[in-house]
């Protein structure tokens, strides 16, 4: 197998990594500002990336595999997957075999990472491991019963946040529980805006995702907002019962979560036009080297939903490192 590790990175939808990046960076912040292991902390962040992106090609791994049933049962004609997803195994430049090895090291990677913070930290990284992993083996199926974007948000805020804290701190911190409920639902959010741009596909596949549930579009344009709107209103139920008055900047990411709604409401319409980018859009990558105009308003739209929940997680990192230094 000769593949280079950027050709598996992109497979591996790398782009995606932020998420796990900026979730990590809160519970290891607030640990690190009360003393805890930074060493294990980036350890742990080493055994989450690579977790995160074994999830993510196991669920290619899973997809395909399901797929090449039902065209050799004759269930279908042809494959039809979502637009660039298993591009690599449909192209012929990757194979099963050489797709399994890479899950294997990725998720060896992250057991080995994750035994190591155990035996420094003690069983309860074990306890934390296992209900990670059975949320990310599952979560293919948890795709087919709209479970799939809350089993995300479980697993990248509530338990990463405790995790993460734990095994810098040997100890739960109260303070980081409403927070990691306000990211936990707005990492669901990424993930229903993301379930958004493929609802078309999703009910074809009968895949039952929040999305698909909403029945059209604009309810799904709705329950986004009501999503948003959630994460925002915990924040602010929690400044009432001593929550430090300073996480309130963290509504400065609202604007950005307005963007994306005016996205996610002008794709209700399915104009097909080329989407007119500014500064306030946040990071969207190299969009030159997406020449189709419908990939490229996916991943502006996809990059949007991650910078809301990106902005949200450095704000709240600057209310904390603010309420430390007065």
């Known amino acids: 197998m000769k593949i280079s590790p950027n050709f598996w990175f992109e497979a591996a939808r790398g782009y995606s990594l932020p998420m796990s990046v900026m979730s990590w960076s809160v519970p290891f912040l607030f640990a690190a500002v009360e003393g805890g292991n930074i060493f294990y902390g980036i350890i742990a962040l080493i055994g989450i990336s690579f977790a995160h992106l074994g999830v993510n090609l196991f669920d290619d791994f899973v997809d395909y595999i ?51 913070l155990a035996a420094k930290t003690g069983i309860v990284v074990i306890y934390i491991m296992l209900a990670a992993a059975a949320i990310g083996i599952l979560y293919p199926l948890f795709s087919f019963i709209a479970l799939g974007e809350i089993a995300v948000g ?28 306000s990211t936990g639902i707005l990492t669901i959010g990424l993930l229903h805006a993301h379930m958004f741009l493929d ?74 036009k080329r989407i007119r980018t500014n500064i306030f859009f946040g990071p969207l990558g190299n969009l030159k080297k997406y020449k189709d105009i419908d990939v490229r308003a996916f991943i502006i739209k996809f990059s949007v939903a991650r910078n809301v929940m990106v902005e949200f997680t450095i704000l709240i990192c600057i209310a904390k490192i603010i309420s430390e230094i007065f």
């Open 66 to 116: 399901l797929e090449q049933r039902n065209v050799q049962k004759g269930l279908k004609e042809k494959f039809e997957l979502q637009k660039g997803k298993c591009a690599y195994l449909l192209s012929k430049d990757a194979s099963l075999k050489d797709l399994f090895i890479v899950i294997s090291v990725c998720f060896a990677i992250a057991i080995v990472c994750g035994l190591f």
């Open 154 to 181: 479980v697993m990248f805020a509530p338990l990463l946040y405790t995790g993460v804290y734990y095994v810098m701190t040997k100890t739960f911190s109260t303070e980081l529980l409403p927070i990691a409920i």
């Open 199 to 272: 609802i078309d596909f999703d009910k074809k596949s009968k895949k039952v995702t929040l999305c698909s549930l909403a029945g059209n579009r604009n309810n799904a344009v709705r329950n986004q907002v009501i999503i948003m709107i959630l994460a925002y209103l915990n924040i602010i139920i929690n400044l009432f019962f001593g929550l430090p008055k300073i996480y309130i900047i963290s509504f400065l990411s609202i604007p950005t979560a307005i963007i994306l709604y005016k996205l996610m409401k002008c794709d209700c319409y399915k104009k097909r």
